[in-house]
């Protein structure tokens, strides 16, 4: 059985719906306080007010994950709030289903921005916090799709790709610091990001034909995962990443 996380402080990026949503779910509910983070504020708000009347602690703070100051000021807010940061969760990402040869740089680099872009500035930004108190996890949510030839997705499956790199290098950076580093991979699981593609009965029976599983994740499957990564039963376990698809990358 796992332990609590009480005592610890989670910041969770893309925190309003699906996944992230799940992933601040599960730390607060094994007790941890959480930032959540997003573009917009209305969801975020409602985390906080669900938490709070659970008698838990939770902050808002809406942000950009691309804007190298946004992302220092929500790092800044949860260490004034809180005292500490412990966890971190890069789970902010975009998605972009365009054939290369259609697909303008426009649309290439805000993918990566957003994606490869975002994790990197808030490991850095937290990462000093990290660093001085010696301690801390950092948990990045990649994707299959960094582990496969996608067509139609390069500018999605080369950011995923470039962050299981990313955990694997700072893994080996700061485990002399007691900080682990690793990554979840998920495969379709049936969140917001992919609510179009799911409304297509053709589309999404293609899709799920694809896995072995023959159906797609649930969000709150991710939980146990990202609770062992953000515990102390992965103290020496770093660099890795979890593949959680049904057994699609296994083909």
């Keep these: 059985m796992t332990g609590s996380l009480e005592?610890?402080?989670?910041?969770?990026?893309?925190?309003s719906r699906g996944l992230g949503r799940a992933i601040a779910t599960t730390?607060?509910?094994?007790?941890?306080?959480?930032?959540?983070?997003a573009r917009t504020s209305?969801?975020?708000?409602?985390?906080?007010?669900?938490?709070?009347a659970a008698g838990r602690e939770a902050l808002a703070v809406p942000t950009d994950v691309t804007d190298g100051k946004a992302v220092r000021n929500l790092v800044d807010r949860t260490v004034e709030a809180f005292g500490r940061v412990d966890i971190v969760v890069n789970n902010s990402g975009i998605?972009?289903?365009?054939?290369?040869?259609?697909?303008?740089?426009?649309?290439?680099?805000?993918?990566?921005?957003?994606?490869?872009?975002?994790?990197?500035?808030?490991?850095?930004?937290?990462?000093?916090h990290l660093v001085k108190q010696r301690s801390g996890k950092v948990i990045t949510?990649?994707?299959?799709?960094?582990?496969?030839?996608?067509?139609?997705h390069a500018a999605y499956s080369v950011s995923k790709a470039a962050l299981i790199a990313f955990t694997r290098s700072m893994a080996i950076e700061w485990a002399r610091h007691n900080i682990q580093v690793n990554a979840i991979a998920p495969g379709y699981f049936a969140t917001e990001l992919n609510a179009e593609m799911r409304a297509d009965a053709a589309t999404t029976e293609k899709v799920v034909r694809a896995i072995p599983a023959r159906r797609m994740g649930e969000p709150a499957e991710l939980g146990p995962w990202v609770r062992l990564l953000a515990g102390r039963e992965s103290d020496f376990m770093t660099g890795e990443t979890i593949v959680i698809d049904g057994g699609q990358a296994a083909h």
């Design 7 to 15: 005592g610890k402080v989670a910041i969770v990026t893309g925190a």
């Design 95 to 128: 998605l972009a289903s365009t054939p290369l040869l259609e697909q303008d740089p426009e649309e290439w680099n805000r993918v990566l921005a957003t994606n490869l872009g975002g994790a990197y500035l808030l490991t850095r930004a937290a990462g000093a």
């Design 27 to 37: 730390l607060r509910e094994a007790g941890a306080a959480v930032t959540v983070a």
């Design 141 to 152: 949510v990649a994707s299959n799709f960094g582990l496969m030839g996608v067509a139609n």
């Design 42 to 52: 209305s969801d975020l708000d409602t985390f906080v007010k669900e938490t709070q």
